[in-house]
């Protein structure tokens, strides 16, 4: 099922009722990059934007520098239509094209150089995660030389924007929603099965259509593991905000990389893990509370 999401038949049980549901879940579908021919690495996500993912992959993992180093990116959707971008034939979008079935599910790309030789194929999967430390990542990435800061008025605004474009979350629930934004407006919007794919869209499609990344504001309504704050550092974001729980070690490498981060971010409510002198407190307490930001319980995005 090589769709956003599918068609589902169940039953809904509330209160001892009973109730027959045609609703939908989430797809969730297995894509295969090869990069100059050679396997590189294959997702689990959620069949949208798929050459965003593969171009904003690309880009983290440093198999290439711009756009400019990509010759080809071909998306197999199915055995009728394959996504196909090449610029040098000015090509870039879907074509109705017949292919072979074992085709389906691949991303074929050609590149510049031979950047994959010391990469070895593996899988993502959905929630991927790592057993990495500290002293793994943290020299990784240099400390960001930015004096970027936010008004924490946007940043609820943003997180209220972030919420009215899940459009498919609303559908089907079961799926992470990121954003990059501006001071003003969301500027990318990407929806997935797997958080970290989101980050992936994002940057995949700024590179795309020529978007800066620096000194922008993502958001998030997913857990900010390690991997999606190192993937937020290597676009140069300097604040990352999420609706639900950063992770210790992603709080850790925030400080040591000058990015501050700000969790279970709700309405009026958030919680400002590191670097708090990014943000520009410009919204007036709630007397009710006491001018005390409420712990939120999270719902493990």
Not at 73 to 92: F, H, I, K, M
Not at 230 to 246: D, E, I, L, N
Not at 284 to 293: K, M, P, S
Request: overall charge neutral; glycine content about 8%.
């Amino acid at each position: 099922m090589n769709e956003e999401k599918g068609a589902l038949s169940y039953l809904r049980v509330n209160h001892g009722a009973v109730e027959r549901i045609d609703g939908a879940v989430i797809g969730e579908t297995r894509w295969t990059l090869f990069v100059n021919r050679r396997e590189l690495v294959s997702f689990m996500c959620t069949p949208s934007k798929l050459h965003y993912l593969a171009l904003g992959f690309m880009h983290s993992e440093g198999i290439i520098q711009s756009l400019d180093d990509v010759l080809q990116l071909r998306v197999y959707e199915d055995v009728n239509r394959s996504y196909w971008y090449q610029p040098a034939l000015g090509l870039n979008g879907s074509l109705t094209m017949r292919t072979c079935e074992e085709a389906v599910g691949v991303i074929d790309a050609r590149v510049k150089g031979e950047p994959t030789a010391k990469l070895g194929p593996r899988t993502l999967t959905s929630g991927c995660t790592g057993g990495v430390t500290f002293d793994d990542l943290s020299q990784q990435q240099p400390r960001l030389n930015s004096r970027f800061q936010i008004r924490l008025s946007k940043i609820f605004e943003l997180m209220r924007l972030l919420n009215e474009s899940a459009s498919l979350y609303r559908h089907v629930r079961g799926v992470h929603t990121s954003g990059l934004g501006d001071q003003d407006a969301l500027l990318v919007v990407a929806e997935d099965v797997g958080r970290h794919n989101t980050l992936d869209k994002i940057r995949g499609e700024c590179l795309m259509r020529g978007i800066e990344t620096r000194e922008r504001v993502l958001v998030a309504t997913g857990r900010i593991s390690s991997e999606m704050l190192t993937k937020a550092a290597k676009m140069g974001v300097p604040v990352v905000v999420s609706r639900t729980s950063p992770t210790w070690l992603s709080v850790r490498l925030a400080e040591a990389w000058g990015i501050a981060v700000c969790g279970y971010t709700r309405a009026r409510q958030t919680n400002i893990y590191s670097h708090p002198e990014r943000v520009i407190f410009d919204v007036q307490a709630d007397e009710r509370r006491n001018g005390e930001v409420e712990e939120m319980t999270s719902d493990a995005e």
